[in-house]
């Protein structure tokens, strides 16, 4: 005989994808049960930050496209229902040198420039194939419309006027609350310890108790291969950081005068957001980062790094180089190609996951969310999510 409470879909894991989860799960009428390990809204992942970039021509492959376009209507959906602006529009940029064909690939600042360079061919194939609005700039039409970004004159850029940030604590926090007011009931410091098929169903421990589902839908961040052992993920945690700057010049800095932004050079791999108040200009680095584990990662941004992230700063965007105001670490979790998986259980057809996503998955987050809910309870979604299987990767056992 069982015990507990029994519910359509366990949801494990309530960041930026299990809130999403969560609520499109309740909104379509299940028994939703979310259970997370930590508070409301926490640091401790990967769904923090103050702002996330969203933008459509989508660099890493054209066929995120589809995806980044639902996720943008849904991401208006919920800031209309909770009367809150989560997408802000800036127009967005993406920058690198033209890279030298005879360079040698191994070396890291190459390495960075040519991936830039392939972002920037993706963006031109995802314009070209939907019909999207991009435009490419030289080194002197950057220095024009973006007089706060200087780079070298063998540079060029590709434009994307629809390209924006988000709010992800917001974003998570009207998740969470959409969630709630759709019927769904949500734990927060209450870790799984672990989860187990229950004839066609699923059975997840905590300390306070036993639950029971029809369908689990794990969406654990940093923490999904801890709840995946039988899978064999091929997934590494990196340790990342942001420094957020005082302008010196702030009227150049601006969301409405300069733009969400990348950029490559021998430093390596940049992003980041204009300044905001209260916020200041947010730069981090997106290559590289210390491989780590979400219990093993130093949260403390340190002095030097933050002189290394300055250096770059004073280089190529030298009036945002002011008072330091914040810093920040966060977590990415890598697949080995930097692309998600959003999959079913090989074994167990009542369980689905979405991976974290490889540093660049925030702004997927709503669409997520819908998709997880289709696969976990129609057994398909409306998006060619082949591209995002688990079994491209041989180390999986799928």
Known sequence: ??????????????GAMGSATAYHSA???????GLDA???GHAYGSSHGKTRGIREAYGESPQYVPLVQRAYALWRELGEATGQQLVTITGGISAAPVPESDAPASDPAIAATRARAAFGMNQRVSAEQYGLQIEVFDADEIHHRFPGLRVPEDYMAIYDPHTGFLRPEQCVLAHLD?????GAVLHHYEPAHSWHPDGAGVRVETARGTYYADRLIITAGAWMGEMLTDLHLPLQATRQFNVYFTPK?????????FPVYGFSGPEGSYYGVPNLPGDGFKIGRHDGGEPCTPETVHRIVEPHE???????????????????????TCLYTMTPDGHFILDRHPQYGQVTFASPCSGH??????AIGEI????????????????????RFSTAAV
Do not use: C, W
């Open 306 to 328: 933050v002189d290394t992230m300055r250096a770059v700063v004073e280089k190529y965007l030298p009036d945002a180089a002011g008072e330091v105001i914040l810093t920040a």
């Open 372 to 391: 997880m809910t289709d696969l976990a309870f129609d057994g398909e979604s409306r998006f060619d999510l082949g591209f995002l299987a688990a079994n």
């Open 178 to 182: 959409q969630a709630i007011a759709h």
């Open 38 to 40: 930590f508070g409301r």
């Open 249 to 257: 010049r702030p009227e150049l800095y601006g969301p409405n005068v």
């Open 1 to 14: 005989m069982q015990h507990g409470e029994r519910y359509d879909v366990i949801v494990l894991g309530l």
């Open 361 to 366: 998955g925030f702004k997927f987050s709503a």
């Open 27 to 33: 909104k379509r009428g299940m028994r939703v049960l």
